[in-house]
């Protein structure tokens, strides 16, 4: 299958074009970034063009969308989704969600020297002096995704053999072992994704509830009377 590949789960906006096949590795055929992005929504597109023209495909030629559903900030993730969905909807191919730090996990557990990822610790930022978390087990999650203070991890988030986070971020994480910087890439993203399950509606994980709130209602001034119409 050549699948189409995006996350918007951290500022840094990831597009790419792979080849998944059963029981073989995932083959990237383009791997575009733009780091540090606060435009998904101008960007995401364009660079959706420029991974198929590096991929020498047309969006016909594609078998599915796989999408990062986050954890991340409401906007990110809402661009990154309903783009995927709406691609996928135009299309008529499946698309196909994937929690982010999944993702992040199998980005590590890839570009690690010696294969090893026996107690692993993935954090984003979550902003607000917290972090997006989670913790796996030989790749399998065992804790989160829970958003903490990164001095506040306790638990499953301590004592890891790998933690795995921006390098602003690992500094203050309360967890003892080797720090490194992977990112998620399509590839981790498409590995992470089960092509075989039923179709289900793409689910963000926001974790907080957005910073928009409806306005609260004003008392009308006295001076304006009342109208019946």
């Known amino acids: 299958m050549n699948v189409l590949a995006i996350d918007t789960s951290t500022t840094k906006l990831v597009v790419g074009v792979c ?43 594609l078998d599915a969308v796989v999408v990062g559903e986050g954890p991340g900030p409401f906007t990110g993730l809402r661009v990154g989704m309903a783009s995927a969905q709406a691609f996928a909807d135009a299309l008529s191919v499946p698309v196909v969600g994937v929690m982010s730090l999944d993702a992040l996990a199998c980005a590590q557990v890839s570009a690690h020297s010696d294969g090893s990822h026996s107690h692993v610790v993935v954090a984003t930022d979550a902003r607000r002096h917290e972090v997006y978390v989670a913790a796996y087990e030989d790749g399998v999650r065992v804790a989160g995704p829970d958003v903490v203070k990164p001095e506040a991890l306790t638990g499953p988030y301590a004592e890891a053999d790998i933690v795995c ?11 003892v072992g080797e720090r490194t910087t992977a990112q998620i890439t399509p590839a981790s993203l498409c590995a992470v ?21 409806p306005p609260k209602d004003k008392p009308r001034s006295k001076a304006i009377p009342d109208v019946e119409i």
């Open 19 to 61: 080849a998944v096949e059963t029981g073989a590795p995932v083959a990237t055929l383009a791997d575009l970034s733009v780091e540090d992005s606060r435009h998904h929504n101008e960007l995401l597109t364009p660079l959706v063009i420029d991974a198929l023209a590096a991929a020498g495909l047309s969006f016909s030629a």
């Open 165 to 175: 986070a921006p390098p602003q971020l690992a500094e203050n994480m309360a967890t």
């Open 193 to 213: 994704a089960d092509f075989e399950a039923a179709p289900r509606p793409l689910r963000p994980h926001y974790l907080r509830r957005p910073d928009a709130v």
